[in-house]
Nanobody
Framework: QVQLVESGGGLVQAGGSLKLSCTVSGRADTLYTTAWFRQAPGKEREFVAT????????YYEDSVKGRFTISGDDAWNTVYLQMDSLKPEDTAVYYCAGSKGSYYRYDYWGQGTQVTVSS
C-alpha cells in the first residue's frame, strides 16, 4: 500500500504562486507514476499533471502548460506541484495520485488540499 498526503494549499491572488506537496509513504517502490488532479465545485475531477516515478517524463493538461511544474525531491518521497501565474479558474481541490502501472489509471489517492485563487 501507498499513502499520499497533500499540503500547501491556500488562498492566493490571481497572478500569484503556490507550491503543493505530496508526501509519499509505504510501498513507494511499487509506484509507476504520480500525478495531480483537481476538482472544482460542480465539476468532475480532471487531470492536471503526471510524472514517471523516479524518472523525468512529465505530461500536463493544456491549460496549465507553461504555468505548472510537477517534480519530485532527490529522495523521491515527496511530489511537488509548482503553480505560477494562477488564475481564478484554477480554484479547486487538488489531489495527489499514484499508479502501480499506468499513466491513465490511478490506484492511490490523497485527501486533497484546497486552492483558491481570488480575482
Amino acid at each position: 500500500q501507498v499513502q499520499l498526503v497533500e499540503s500547501g494549499g491556500g488562498l492566493v491572488q490571481a497572478g500569484g504562486s503556490l507550491k503543493l506537496s505530496c508526501t509519499v509513504s509505504g510501498r513507494a517502490d511499487t509506484l509507476y507514476t504520480t500525478a495531480w488532479f483537481r476538482q472544482a465545485p460542480g465539476k468532475e475531477r480532471e487531470f492536471v499533471a503526471t510524472m514517471r516515478w523516479r524518472g523525468s517524463a512529465t505530461y500536463y493538461e493544456d491549460s496549465v502548460k507553461g504555468r505548472f511544474t510537477i517534480s519530485g525531491d532527490d529522495a523521491w518521497n515527496t511530489v511537488y506541484l509548482q503553480m505560477d501565474s494562477l488564475k481564478p479558474e484554477d480554484t479547486a481541490v487538488y489531489y495527489c495520485a499514484g499508479s502501480k502501472g499506468s499513466y491513465y489509471r490511478y490506484d492511490y489517492w490523497g485527501q486533497g488540499t484546497q486552492v483558491t485563487v481570488s480575482s
